[in-house]
């Protein structure tokens, strides 16, 4: 079970702190990334990190002010997200894979949050 929080309205250059709480003992097992979803769009892959922390993918326009991180003793993977915009107004969902290779790929994931909410003003 993956459940994400940290969501909230903010203004346009400001920041948020997403977190996605794991449960069960294989946490470190699995690939984790975050994907979003704006009103009327497909979801989109925004990052992911390697099992180990030791590698992260992020899409182009988030290069730069988003940063995906993990706390395996705490189950937990971040994201911090500084420099918002409007265009970042999105429903963000964490997921779990056990597959290394094809991390931006939405249909390599195992598992998935609810979602929460994010809402950049300008």
């Known amino acids: 079970q993956l459940v994400e929080s940290g969501g909230g309205l903010v203004q346009g250059g400001g920041s948020l702190r997403l977190s996605c709480a794991a449960s069960?003992?294989?946490?470190?097992?699995?690939?984790m990334g975050w994907f979003r979803q704006a009103p009327g769009k497909e979801r989109e892959f925004v990052c992911a990190i390697s099992a180990l922390g030791g590698v992260t993918f992020y899409t182009d326009s988030v290069k730069g002010r988003f940063t995906i991180s993990r706390d395996n003793a705490k189950n937990t993977v971040y994201l911090q997200m500084n420099n918002l915009k409007p265009e970042d107004t999105a429903a963000y969902y964490c997921a779990a894979t056990t597959g290394s290779v094809y991390v931006k790929i939405l249909q390599a994931y195992d598992y998935w949050g609810q979602g929460t909410q994010v809402t950049v003003s300008s």
């Open positions: 069960g003992h294989t946490f470190r097992s699995y690939a």
